[in-house]
């Protein structure tokens, strides 16, 4: 069973940028797909970002692609979410998760992170 643990998260001004670690532990890092999520207050779960094992295939929602970049470290047993150009509508809780096929459904998702907060004024 593989634990995760996001931080970098804060409260920057409109167009900033932010960098958001997830270090894993527990499990083989390199066997896992690894995807980013958001959560607004009174909003649904949703998808940000995955990455492949290998890095070699990432997925981006559609309100982040051209802003956000994932990338992940396997010596490092991180994923990463750098976040630029932010926007006030990018504010959420971001959660990372693992799993084993590279989707955007959260419930699909075994394992989270307890979240970092974003938060982004305008």
């Known amino acids: 069973q593989v634990q995760l643990v996001e931080s970098g998260g804060g409260l920057v001004q409109a167009g900033g940028s932010l960098r958001l670690s997830c270090a894993a532990s527990g499990g083989l890092f390199s066997n896992y797909v690894m995807g980013w999520f958001r959560q607004a207050p009174g909003k649904e779960r949703e998808f940000v970002a995955a990455i492949s094992w290998s890095g070699a295939r990432t997925n981006y929602a559609d309100a982040v692609k051209g802003r956000f970049t994932i990338s992940r470290d396997n010596a490092k047993n991180t994923v990463y979410l750098q976040m630029n150009s932010l926007k006030p509508e990018d504010t959420a809780v971001y959660y990372c998760?693992?799993?084993?096929?590279?989707?955007?459904?959260?419930?699909?998702?075994?394992?989270w992170g307890q979240g970092t907060q974003v938060t982004v004024s305008s």
């Open positions: 998760a693992a799993d084993f096929a590279l989707r955007k459904e959260p419930e699909k998702y075994e394992y």
